[in-house]
């Protein structure tokens, strides 16, 4: 949509762009990018938006605009196809393509004249044409074989050669040992992402083993990612990245991905030591995501972008973090001088701006607000905050990516039900809720059960990929602990059974991205990367683990144990490509538990109860709560051991072991006692 306006003749990935490449004996050229990303805008600026240029594309060749995060799919096929012949990857992605969607030549972005080493895009464009042109026979040859040698490389083995043991735990937490920085935190050396991945790892190694030093590496680097610019210090939420080594100048964008993972991250380091200053932050990330990010129905939009407009009265002309940044001089202007000095001592501001290192002088006489550790006066800190986030709100905000992604929403769900379990806070129980009704009501199809990929204005599109079943599956199990209602569960269990139809190799083990028979993809892949968001194996994989502990049904313990068996070599020998999935091995190796609370939800031992389980820190141990005899007969039908508890008027809790439980207890306080000498 943001490219609707191009003179380039634009089509969608689909069967009208191919039939016209076929057609006409043209090569297609693919642009993928995302709505908030960067370059993708200069790109369009400098080369979509110019009329020779865009003549140039339309006559030579069929152009196809994609966006990533839309057919992450189309993307990784595509991308594995650059990283393998340029070594690098990025986007905006372009890549040229014969009419059967073979790639035969590509990049990321390319300059309109050449310059920095890369070909001009417009010389590029009637160089390839004109290769094309003469050397048909050659280049599809060259794509051919291309296909060939993605399709090996890109297989991640499955031998399962290697096998997985505690030791392969140690030499992960060892690993990111070496490249932790002591000074800033964090995982080797600038531009630091934050990789939420790597947090679940640490905390249950610590759990695990008793390393301190695991606890303080995820805790200290998401104090320090906290105190940075990479924070948002008056409106919550996480930016991108970091683009130094201290988390001070960030790239602005705001990903709803990493809002979601980032609050359980912080979540769990609250349950794990108690410290409120973690509790605080996630519920910096939940103001921001209700306020700024959710749409009237409830779902959660994708993004806002990282450019935004400088001066209302020049819109076209936008800057890195304009909505963000701080003259002095305006601060001057808007707070008493009282409020103006807490504000300099606590956010680092300087007059002639504090941002030292700018190469590209994006941010020359600005401030970046981070935490200086200066500030003396909490009541005029408040005060100034309040008048400052109001005299933001009337800039331009940064462009909201509005659509609403299934996979996406399900990581923030996850977030808000968490949070409501570990914070008591029903308002956050009621934003996962909202966010579950509505991908149910727009992006699920019942008679599938079938889940779609995209909603945005009133249209629902594109079936869904593993990540959007996993993602919603874990979602609506983590809805279920948070609110004990047994549709939630009931669901998840649903989904995941056709999540494992549609995507399960159920001859080799390990999930493939997307379903069965879709011939616009020239490969079907495994994906297996635990990035910025984690793969959609990762999260299959762990979602099955759970539900085997939960239900002991034999189909999801054999997924899960194929799975982990095919990727037990990267397991062992690479697990910090897939930390996810190290901790889903982790917890396919530890004694299954389950905590079985019966009775009243009202009573005060239940309530009890229920704190010392929701604020206590226990990974891989599944909760039930059986109120009534109608919960009851609803979950036994998944988990048949559940049909002898018996519900009395006294709570009790069970606390159970492959499958096995002890004797109840009635009390919060024995229930605590009981888990904690576990």
């Known amino acids: 949509m943001q490219h609707a306006h191009n003179p380039v003749d634009w089509y969608p990935w689909g069967e009208e762009a191919f039939a016209k490449a076929r057609a006409e004996d043209k090569p297609i050229f693919l642009s993928v990018g995302y709505s908030t990303c960067h370059w993708c805008h200069v790109m369009e600026r400098e080369s979509f938006e110019n009329e020779d240029t865009a003549q140039v594309m339309n006559r030579l060749f069929v152009p196809v605009k994609v966006d990533r995060e839309e057919r992450p799919d189309v993307d990784r096929i595509y991308m594995a196809f650059v990283q393998a012949t340029s070594q690098r990857g990025g986007w905006p992605m372009s890549v040229f393509l014969t009419p059967d969607l073979k790639p035969f030549y590509g990049g990321t972005y390319f300059p309109p004249e050449s310059r920095y080493g890369m070909p001009g895009f417009k010389a590029l464009l009637e160089f390839l044409g004109a290769k094309w042109k003469d050397e048909r026979q050659k280049i599809e040859g060259v794509s051919i074989e291309t296909i060939n040698q993605l399709e090996s490389m890109l297989s991640p083995g499955g031998t399962g050669s290697e096998e997985v043991t505690r030791g392969s735990f140690d030499k992960l937490y060892n690993y990111l040992r070496r490249s932790f920085d002591g000074k800033y935190g964090g995982f080797g050396n600038r531009p630091k992402f934050p990789r939420p991945v790597v947090f679940d790892f640490l905390f249950r190694y610590h759990v695990l083993s008793g390393a301190e030093d695991a606890l303080d590496m995820a805790t200290e680097t998401l104090k320090e990612m906290a ?92 800057g890195e973090g304009a909505f963000y940044v701080w003259k002095a001089s305006e601060l001057a202007e808007l707070l008493t001088p009282a409020e103006l000095a807490e504000v300099r001592a606590v956010y680092g501001v300087k007059d002639g701006g504090n941002v030292d290192e700018d190469p590209h002088h994006e941010f020359t006489g600005t401030n970046i607000l981070y935490v200086a550790d200066g500030g003396m006066n909490p009541v005029e800190l408040e005060s100034a905050q309040q008048k400052m986030l109001e005299a933001r709100s009337k800039r331009v905000r940064p462009h909201l990516d509005d659509k609403v992604l299934t996979a996406w929403n399900g990581l923030m769900i996850s977030a808000f039900a968490k949070g409501a379990a570990a914070l008591d806070d029903q308002q956050l129980l009621d934003a996962a809720k909202g966010a579950a009704r509505f991908v149910l ?231 605590k006692a009981l888990l904690s000498a576990q």
């Open 227 to 318: 105190k940075g610019g990479m924070n948002d210090q008056l409106g919550g939420g996480f930016h991108r990245y970091s683009v130094d080594e201290r988390w001070f100048v960030p790239h602005f964008e705001k990903m709803l991905y990493d809002q979601g993972q980032l609050a359980v991250s912080l979540i769990e380091a609250y349950q794990i030591t108690g410290e409120e200053l973690y509790a605080g932050l996630a519920r910096d990330i939940f103001d921001y995501v209700r306020r700024d990010m959710t749409h009237p129905e409830g779902g959660f939009y994708s993004a806002e972008d990282a450019d935004s407009v400088i001066d209302p009265a020049n819109p076209k002309v936008k």
């Open 441 to 671: 009501k727009h992006l699920y199809q019942p008679e599938g059960p079938k889940l779609l990929r995209r909603y945005r204005d009133g249209e629902a599109a594109i079936d869904g990929f593993l990540d959007d079943y996993a993602g919603f599956a874990t979602a609506l199990l983590d809805l279920y602990e948070a609110s004990f209602e047994p549709f939630y569960f009931e669901a998840a269990v649903h989904l995941a059974g056709e999540m494992i139809r549609l995507f399960e190799d159920t001859e080799q083990g390990g999930f493939y991205s997307t379903r069965e028979g879709d011939k616009s993809l020239v490969l079907r892949l495994k994906e297996d990367y635990d990035g910025a968001e984690p793969s959609g194996n990762s999260m299959a994989i762990a979602l099955l683990v759970r539900l085997a502990a939960m239900t002991g049904r034999e189909d999801f313990q054999g997924a899960a144990e194929r799975g982990l068996r095919y990727f037990a070599g990267k397991i062992a020998s690479q697990g910090i490509t897939l930390p996810r999935m190290v901790t889903a091995q982790m917890a396919a190796m530890a004694a299954p538990r389950q905590i079985v609370l019966t009775g009243s939800r009202t009573h005060p031992e239940m309530l009890a109860m229920l704190r010392v389980v929701r604020t206590k820190f226990l990974p891989d141990t599944a909760v039930f709560v059986l109120p009534d005899a109608a919960s009851k007969e609803a979950l036994a039908a998944h988990v048949p051991g559940l049909a002898a508890m018996e519900i009395g008027e006294v709570p009790a809790a069970y606390v159970c072991e492959h499958f096995a439980c002890r004797l109840p207890v009635h009390t919060g306080e024995e229930l």
